[in-house]
């Protein structure tokens, strides 16, 4: 159980257009996603964290007018790269976790999706 | 901040035993996660301590000292297989927000 699919696995793109990732739990409901960005030999980095039917928490330093997050229901998130650029060339990596019970668990492992490996020309 | 350290590469060969270390802030910490991660592929889940003592699962024992914001994973019986960067995060209160280390790449040889 607790699978998470992304699409696209891969996407090359010219500069300047729009790319859209879905991330998806399969089979269970997601409370909340997180979203990465992963460079070459570097440890995850978390972009943002959403809240479904919220609007999404960014970190420090990601943009959210760039990178744009809707988390419409509770087993879809996307991320839409805007105005994509070659320094946005990146794999890019959801996860999701969930609340049982409705009770905060104090192990929220998180369920990682198989990443999309975005290049921007 | 909420540093996560841990060596940025390890060799060793094949049959052995190997110790990934990872220290971690401890104020407001949660748990400890290890991930494995093979090139271009997402994380997997390998273990999770939030108590302080060893956990064994299979060749991997995973352990936790709370109190010196420590942590170690220790792989046995290396197999080539096992080449792949291994990952320490940490959990702390107030939120789901998991904080990575840059992770250690483990080059397993014959």
């Known amino acids: 159980g607790a699978v998470v699919s992304q699409h696209p696995s891969r996407v090359i793109c010219k500069s300047g257009t729009s790319v859209k990732i879905e991330c998806r739990s399969l089979?269970?409901?997601?409370?909340?996603m997180f979203w990465y960005r992963q460079f070459p030999k570097q440890s995850l980095m978390l972009m943002a964290t959403s809240n479904e039917g919220s609007k999404a928490t960014y970190e420090q330093g990601v943009e959210k007018d760039k990178f744009l997050i809707n988390h419409a229901s509770l087993t879809l998130s996307t991320l839409t790269v805007t105005s994509a650029h070659p320094e946005d060339s990146s794999f890019y990596i959801c996860?999701?976790?969930?609340?049982?019970?409705?009770?905060?668990?104090?192990?929220?492992?998180?369920?990682f999706g198989p990443g999309t490996r975005l290049t921007v020309l | 901040g909420q540093n996560i350290d841990q060596p940025t590469e390890m060799t060793a060969t094949e049959g052995a035993i190997v110790q990934i270390n990872c220290t971690y802030q401890t104020s407001g910490f949660n748990g400890l996660f290890w991930y494995q991660q093979h090139a271009g592929e997402a994380p997997t889940f390998l273990s999770y301590?939030?108590?302080?003592g060893l956990e064994e699962k299979g060749r991997f024992s995973s352990f936790l000292s709370r109190s010196k914001g420590y942590s170690y994973l220790l792989l046995k019986e290396l197999q080539m297989k096992d080449s792949a960067s291994y990952l320490c995060?940490?959990?702390?209160?107030?939120?789901?927000?998991?904080?990575f280390g840059a992770g250690t790449r483990l080059f397993v040889k014959a």
């Open positions: 995060a940490a959990t702390y209160t107030g939120g789901f927000k998991t904080i």
């Open positions: 996860s999701a976790t969930f609340l049982a019970g409705g009770i905060t668990p104090s192990y929220n492992e998180q369920f």
């Open positions: 089979d269970f409901q997601a409370t909340t």
């Open positions: 301590n939030v108590l302080d």
